[in-house]
């Protein structure tokens, strides 16, 4: 919205200053026109009462090469609506270019005005009034009226003032593709006096109006460039204006915000498409990995538990985004079988050594003890017994010498009963 805003604003600027140099540029060759009209023979003959009757009455046929010109520079000129003279010595009015339905102001009338006061002030330089600001002077109707005062060229004393008033066809052709353009961009332009009064609006609607009550602030009758964001008849709008360089006028458009939000209306729509695609594409994406990595986690935990319940044979697959995990858990799984498969055969070769120990204890007593029971059956002259000792101690060492783990059961049946016959 600020961009948008700091965007209408350079642009209006633009727009402002070619406008000012064009209704500057009306203003300023009418100040020409009469800058040769108050000094024609024609003007000065009035003056010095050389005609009797307006200007009107005058035989132009009869009128000299300065006298034509002047009746080209002003009466002819395609811009000029109306023109008056007030002579100063005996306040005649001379009415050069008369206006139907309008009686000018006697000149006694106009002495006691504040305006008489601020030509004079003038000193010859142009003063404009513009409409409304003096109908009782100037009429009614919209138009712009130039008032200076007449000097004699030779003693350049004040003979008289001089009214004109030009069409408002200049500034309507000016304004004409911005009234066209108006309803599309929601613009109006306003030419508004230091009072706030509105002199000319290019939709016609607030011709006469006051300023002030349309909007939150008052403008600032300065030539700088001003724009700021306001209300404006009740609507949001941005207001700019510039100094038109003609008396304490200022040129002000008014541009409607809802016509400019459009474009900012556009530029979120666009935003929110990007912004929606982009989250959809985000759900999508996070739906997809998440689904990806819980498969993944899943099959984890399960052969977690195959290796839980024993199964060091258990691998996970690899993936592309748990290769890493499934690498070292795999390295672990294996590295466990080893150290387990390692743990079972130490287990087994301190079972056997212990085996070994005990057989190697047993196997000295059992024969000690069996030459003893030998050696008293001898004694006892019991030779019969001593022959069937002597041979199951025979059959138990021979088949203790074989140092097997593995023997038939027929030797183990013949080695039991050895050792049971033995003991007995």
Known sequence: TGLIEEKHSRQTELTLRALSQSVGFIFREMNQVTDSTIASDAIQDVLNDAYGGDVEDIDYLNLNEVQQKFRELLVYHPSVSYALMYALDDGRIHRIFTKERFQAMPYAQFIETRLHKQVLERD???????????????GSEPVFTQIRVVKDIDTLQDKGILLVQIKNSGLESVFRYFRYR????ATRFFIVNGGGLVLYDSGGALNGEQLSELTERPLIPDEAYRSARSRFDGQDSVISSIGLGIEDWRLVSVTSWHALSSEVLLYSRWVAVILLFCLVSALLFIGFFANHVARAIVQTVRVMGRVERGDLTARLPRSDE???LARGFNRLVSRLAELLEEVKRQQERKTRAELQALQAQIKPHFLF???????ALAVQNE???????????GSMLRISVLQREEITVAQELDHLLSYLEIQK
Do not use: D, H
Request: aromatic letters at 8%.
């Open 124 to 138: 010859g330089l142009p003063l404009w009034v513009g409409p409304y600001e003096y109908p009782e002077l100037t």
């Open 182 to 185: 108006q309803n599309q961009t």
């Open 322 to 324: 748990a290769s890493l």
């Open 369 to 375: 003890n069996a030459l003893e029971s030998i050696n």
């Open 383 to 393: 030779g019969q017994k001593v022959s069937r000792m002597v041979t199951r101690l």
